[in-house]
């Protein structure tokens, strides 16, 4: 079951973009994407929190790997 996420629709890899917006991208819930990131121990508490390209593709490999 893919999740509909290219590389295309990533941000570049100086942007940051806030949870709010990479749950839209993985077409996930905003709070699937908070435990995830409290899984992950990625700093972000609330919808509005930012997240760095790093941090990013960590959520992102982890919901490819989890829809393999």
Known sequence: MGRGLSIRSL???DMTIRVLELAEKLKVGTDDLLAVC????IPATSRISCLSP????????????KSS
């Open 11 to 13: 941000p570049e890899s």
């Open 38 to 41: 409290t899984l992950l121990e």
């Open 54 to 65: 790093e941090h990013i593709k960590k959520l992102t490999a982890y919901y490819q790997e």
